[in-house]
């Protein structure tokens, strides 16, 4: 079992960049996939970023091609979300994810953090 942490969020201007950390407990962080997902208000859990266990495979939402970068130090068992040019639209509770799979299904992960709260103003 892993317990997943996200720390990194705030207030911003738009345009503005933040880095997310998500840090796990645990040894074997190495042996799981990471991913990055986001839910705003009203709406459903969507996507954000994927990291393989090795950190060489990443996969993106079209949305935040260009804009986001997720990467992990196994040594420190952490994820990262480095996050630029930051738009209103990101705004958002952003979640981590660890699990067995190389997927952009929120179902198809096993264990999540607390969330933390991304505000991008206009």
């Known amino acids: 079992q892993v317990q997943l942490v996200e720390s990194g969020g705030g207030l911003v201007q738009a345009g503005g960049s933040l880095r997310l950390s998500c840090a796990a407990s645990?040894?074997?962080?190495?042996?799981?996939?990471m991913g990055w997902f986001r839910q705003a208000p009203g709406k459903e859990r969507e996507f954000v970023a994927f990291i393989s266990r090795s950190g060489a495979s990443t996969i993106y939402t079209d949305s935040v091609k260009g804009r986001f970068t997720i990467s992990r130090d196994n040594v420190k068992n952490t994820v990262y979300l480095q996050m630029n040019s930051l738009k209103p639209e990101d705004t958002a509770v952003y979640y981590c994810?660890?699990?067995?799979?190389?997927?952009?299904?929120?179902?198809?992960?096993?264990?999540w953090g607390q969330g933390t709260q991304v505000t991008v103003s206009s």
């Open positions: 994810a660890a699990g067995q799979r190389i997927t952009i299904r929120s179902y198809e992960y096993d264990y």
């Open positions: 645990g040894r074997t962080f190495s042996s799981y996939t």
